[in-house]
């Protein structure tokens, strides 16, 4: 089954700083889909940003942005000018429509961020 | 708020009994999806239905068993229930049944005693 890793359990930032969280997988298909969910303390899943994997070109929404390397299995999400609201647990995600189209989640990055 | 709506919000119930969850997806969306957030195993896709068909299986239990009716409101039923099944559970929708944009509900809140 394919894994997502999440190393960084938690992480945190200054307001208006610029962090980047961690994200790898495993596979060995080349078609599939990489997400990002943000889970706020209302727990309600929130779609950050999505990511096709034929698509060269990083994906980018706002002040969220990612770098995808599917040479070496990385999916990391970038968010610039953090705000207080992004304070929040990440959670990276796989999905590829050969492995019965499940999602598979990375173990989550809780986000601190510091006025 | 998602559009997406769950019941009830919180049940707490007893090892070995039967509870059902609902979902009512946005209007307008066929697919619908179940997660189980819990402590020890994170998050996990449970099943997705795609206009009442099963589209995706992740790692459901024989106890559990989900259903999605002609309009389009879902059911997750969970049987023979275990301390372990004490968890958060989601419901998600979109439009279509391939990976387009999830919108996930508010969750429920299973605590089996």
């Known amino acids: 089954a394919q894994t997502v890793t999440q190393s960084q359990p938690e992480m945190s930032v200054q307001e208006a700083e610029t962090v980047t969280l961690s994200c790898t997988y495993d596979t060995s298909e080349s078609d599939y889909y990489l997400f990002w969910y943000k889970q706020p303390p209302s727990r309600q899943m929130i779609l950050v940003i999505r990511?096709?994997?034929?698509?060269?070109q990083n994906a980018t929404e706002n002040r969220f942005s990612v770098n995808f390397q599917k040479a070496a299995k990385s999916f990391s999400l970038k968010i610039s000018d953090s705000q207080l609201g992004d304070a929040a647990m990440y959670f990276c995600a796989y999905r590829s429509p050969n492995t019965g189209n499940q999602f598979y989640f990375g173990t989550g990055t809780s986000l601190t961020v510091i006025p | 708020d998602s559009g997406v709506t769950q019941t009830p919000k919180h049940l707490i119930t007893a090892t070995g009994q039967r509870v059902t969850l609902r979902c009512s997806p946005r209007s307008g969306d066929l697919s619908v999806y179940w997660y189980q957030q819990s402590l020890d195993q994170g998050l996990q896709f449970l099943i997705q239905y795609y206009n009442g068909e099963e589209r995706a299986k992740g790692n459901i239990l024989e106890r559990f068993s989900a259903q999605q009716f002609p309009d389009l409101h879902s059911e997750l039923n969970l049987s023979s229930l275990e301390l372990g099944d004490s968890a958060l559970y989601f419901c998600?929708?979109?439009?279509?049944?391939?990976?387009?944009?999830?919108?996930f509900g508010p969750g429920t809140r299973l605590l089996v005693l």
């Open positions: 990511q096709e994997a034929y698509k060269q």
């Open positions: 998600a929708s979109s439009v279509g049944g391939g990976v387009e944009t999830q919108y």
